[in-house]
C-alpha cells in the first residue's frame, strides 16, 4: 500500500512506490480512498461509473498511458479477493476487440479472515484425473488390495 506521503496533496497525484512507475492524477470523486493501492482507487472509480469502462477511461481519468490503464485492468481482473469485476470484449466495426470491464463491489481492506498463528489450514480435497466418484473408489480399492492393474469398463476386477 503506498503511504501518505507519496500522495502530493497540491496537484493531488500519487506516486507508486514501485519503481518504473510515473506518478499519475487522482480523480477526486476517489481522493477518500487515498493511502490504497492505486488498482484499489482504479476500482473504486470504477464502481462510481455504474458503466462498463474501457482503458481510454481510466487513462484519461487517471492520466497515465493507456498501456498501464490495460496493465491495471488486467490487475483488477486477477485480484478477486478484494475486488469484484466483470469483464466482456466488445468486436469494433473494424473488427478489433475492446475489452471492457464492470466493477461490482471493492472490499474494505482486512476484510479478509486472517489465519491466527498456531491454526491449522483446513485440507480441501480435490480431484485428480477425470475418473468420477465410482471409478476413483474401484481404483482406489484395487490398489490397496495390491492390484494395481486399471479398473476396465467400469467394473470391478475381483
Request: overall charge positive; proline content about 6%.
Amino acid at each position: 500500500m503506498c503511504s501518505e506521503k507519496k500522495i502530493n496533496e497540491a496537484d493531488h497525484t500519487h506516486h507508486p512506490s514501485q519503481a518504473g512507475y510515473d506518478a499519475c492524477y487522482i480523480p477526486e470523486s476517489v481522493r477518500q480512498y487515498r493511502g490504497e493501492p492505486l488498482y484499489i482507487l482504479v476500482a473504486w472509480w470504477c464502481l462510481q461509473q455504474h458503466d462498463w469502462v474501457n482503458r481510454s477511461q481510466i487513462s484519461e481519468a487517471f492520466r497515465v498511458p493507456v498501456q498501464r490503464a490495460s496493465f491495471l485492468m488486467a490487475y483488477l481482473r486477477n485480484k478477486t479477493r478484494r475486488v469484484i469485476v466483470e469483464s466482456r470484449e466488445m468486436l469494433l466495426a473494424n473488427n478489433v476487440y475492446r475489452y471492457e470491464i464492470q466493477v461490482t463491489r471493492v472490499m474494505p481492506p482486512g476484510s479478509r479472515k486472517k489465519r491466527l498463528p498456531g491454526e491449522k489450514r483446513r485440507l480441501t480435497r480435490k480431484r485428480i484425473g477425470n475418473a468420477d466418484t465410482t471409478q476413483a473408489t474401484l481404483i482406489w480399492n484395487n490398489l490397496r488390495k495390491g492390484n494395481p492393474s486399471p479398473v476396465k469398463g467400469g467394473t470391478n476386477n475381483d
